[in-house]
């Protein structure tokens, strides 16, 4: 069974960085794909960042150049480097993943969540 658990999340104020991480069970992160969407009160799931099972990694237009996904396969860890952080970036933030090669970040194709953890971005 997999199973997702995001940690990290917090208060930060606009214009700083926070890491969040995802720990993974039941699943290799060789063989998933994986990946960060968030979403706030307002709106749909988004997509965030995305580490296919095989290639480089890909990221959200909004977050490109800002944010950096990464994965340490022998932790089972999946990360979220989030660097200047902005009102924008306040969501709930949710890891996800899927078995196989992936290279879309819609929401429907992943069919592993965690429960989220929150970020609140501070003026």
């Known amino acids: 069974q997999v199973q997702l658990e995001e940690s990290g999340g917090g208060s930060v104020q606009a214009g700083g960085s926070l890491t969040l991480s995802c720990s993974v069970s039941?699943?290799?992160?060789?063989?998933?794909?994986m990946a960060w969407f968030r979403q706030d009160k307002e709106s749909e799931r988004e997509g965030v960042a995305l580490f296919p099972s095989v290639g480089a990694p890909i990221y959200a237009a909004s977050v490109k150049g800002r944010f950096a996904i990464s994965r340490d396969i022998a932790k089972n860890t999946l990360s979220l480097q989030m660097n200047n952080v902005g009102p924008n970036d306040m969501a709930m933030y949710y890891c996800?993943?899927?078995?196989?090669?992936?290279?879309?970040?819609?929401?429907?194709?992943?069919?592993?969540w965690g429960r989220g953890t929150q970020v609140t971005v501070s003026s």
């Open positions: 996800a993943a899927r078995y196989g090669w992936w290279d879309q970040l819609k929401a429907s194709l992943y069919n592993h």
């Open positions: 039941g699943a290799d992160l060789s063989t998933y794909s």
